[in-house]
């Protein structure tokens, strides 16, 4: 769909990276709600939020937690706001409704098919850890099904979707995820636009090629003409060169600690914001204009 600004999301603090991997990885409600309003005000339209427990940083799904940050979110931005429910690696897919259907937000993640979601290479990387539960957390990836049953992604557009109006962050991670929306299209549980969020480099999903980017873009053209709209992230070190190939292919960007903890080579990013505003430079540089949220809320049919 042709879009004249681009919309930034920053996913604020997610359920992969570990508290020990960088001490600016929001954890506590307080961090967490500081760090969004800072990325809604250097330009995040949406913001893709998990929790975490606040002692020890573990990734929750309790809608308490949620509640200790959405309303100050709320009160202090007019950002979109994005609720997972892909929540983290010990989590039912029950569980991991339970703050959408609580809140029923604008928008919530939707996840495109079932996967491997392997983190335990951070091994090599990181060895001392604060918290017993990091590195049973890496470890186990090794074993771990990301769990979106065909059912389970029905059953959240009907419940989410049907019932609270809420939007989907479609994330897609590979070029199969796709057709698996198309169908769901087909069988009218969805309506466009389609916000589709292409996910590169997570190990177990399409690779973080530039390759794989137009031929996902390729595909999605195809499968949905001028009912979509793409933004793209993607992981660790891949994050800035791929969201900029995105702008420029005429996409939208994700950006955020949940998807890289650094701001460049060796680079820790000291807050969200930074990213967004890096991100930021990099579009205006383009000569490519940053979305609003009412903007992001008219383009992709939010209920608002
Ligand atoms: N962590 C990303 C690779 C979700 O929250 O639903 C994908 C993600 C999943 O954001
Ligand atoms: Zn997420």
Not at 102 to 123: D, I, R, V
Not at 153 to 180: M, P, Q, W
Not at 254 to 277: C, H, I, T
Request: charged letters at 20%; aromatic letters at 8%.
């Amino acid at each position: 769909m042709a879009q004249s600004k681009v919309i930034i999301s920053c996913a604020v603090t997610g359920s992969i990276h570990t508290p020990s991997m960088s001490e600016y990885l929001p954890l506590t409600p307080d961090e967490i709600a500081t760090q969004a309003i800072e990325a809604a005000e250097a330009g995040a339209a949406i913001l893709h939020l998990h929790a975490r427990e606040p002692a020890d940083g573990k990734p929750t799904a309790d809608p308490n937690v949620f509640m200790q940050f959405l309303p100050r979110i709320k009160q202090a931005t007019d950002a979109v706001v994005n609720i997972s429910t892909g929540g983290g690696q010990h989590m039912t897919v029950a569980e991991r409704l339970m703050a959408a259907e609580k809140t029923a937000p604008e928008m919530a993640s939707l996840n495109m098919g079932s996967m491997n979601f392997g983190l335990f290479p951070a091994l090599e990387r990181f060895t001392d850890f604060k918290y017993p539960w990091e590195r049973d957390f890496l470890q186990n990836s090794e074993d771990f099904v990301f769990k979106n049953t065909f059912k389970d992604i029905a059953y959240i557009l009907n419940t989410l979707g049907k019932k609270n109006g809420t939007r989907f962050e479609f994330e897609c991670y590979d070029v199969g995820h796709l057709y698996s929306l198309r169908h769901f299209a087909d069988r009218g549980l969805i309506e466009p636009p389609f916000f589709i969020q292409f996910v590169l480099g997570v190990l177990g999903g399409i690779g973080p090629d530039p390759e794989n980017l137009v031929h996902m873009k390729r595909m999605a053209d195809k499968l949905f003409g001028d009912t979509y709209v793409f933004s793209v992230l993607g992981a660790g070190r891949h994050q800035m060169p791929l969201v900029t190939q995105a702008a420029v292919l005429g996409g939208n960007v994700r950006v955020g600690l949940e998807d890289s903890l650094y701001l460049g080579k060796g680079v820790l990013a000291k807050s969200n914001a930074e990213q967004v505003a890096r991100v930021r430079t990099i579009l205006e540089s383009l000569s490519l204009e940053v979305a609003s949220p009412d903007e992001a809320r008219a383009i992709l049919k939010l209920k608002g």
